[in-house]
């Protein structure tokens, strides 16, 4: 972290706080080019928030945006992640990207063009085949099996009936799966559950 022309400061809590994230982050790799941290620096009204991002996949907010109390230096919060916190992360993030499309401005931006169940269907399904298997449980398939094994559609509405069904199911899924472990993704947390606060 050098001054160049545009010169920025750390605080003192700021070196405190790397210190310590340093620490935690000891035992993670150092790649063969790449350096062990990424640093992100972004110019705002408030001062330069600083992103340090470990090999590791693990980040820590620095500067003078994000200094007090919403980045109190919790260890838990940035301790090294394991493979399973990624698998994690990329399911949430696969998760959120069909989630949002429930929004039909969304939708607009994403597609240019009017929500589509088709559209939400395949794009589902394209996530899902390259995604770990939470997402594609999580999915209502066109086709399902009724109680006599026999095969039923599951999507007999128009498009909005579709669009709602598929994701009454599909957000139910993910919301049980997230259960299953700490689930800090604050966004994915506001789709999940956009009336409770108490996931802040
Ligand atoms: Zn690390």
Known sequence: MSNSENEFSISKADVE?????????????????????????????????????CSCGQKILLGDVWDKDIVGV???EHKPMTEQDLANQRFEDDALGIIRLKDPNVYRM??????????????????AEKADERISKA?????????????????????????????????????????????????LLDELYPKESLWR
């Open 17 to 53: 706080k790397f210190k310590r994230f340093d620490i935690q982050h000891r035992k993670c790799p150092v790649g063969p080019v790449a350096d062990k941290y990424a640093y992100t620096f972004v110019p705002t009204s408030l001062g330069v928030a600083i992103t340090v991002k």
């Open 74 to 76: 919790i260890e838990e």
């Open 110 to 127: 994403v597609f240019n063009a009017e929500q589509s169940f088709d559209i939400i269907y395949a794009y589902a399904m394209g996530v």
């Open 139 to 187: 999915i209502l398939y066109r086709i399902g099996l009724d109680e006599y094994y026999g095969t039923k559609q599951n999507y007999p509405g128009n498009d909005t009936e579709n669009i709602q069904r598929f994701y009454t199911h599909f957000e139910q899924n993910i919301r049980d799966e997230i259960k299953k472990y700490n689930c800090k993704n604050i966004e």
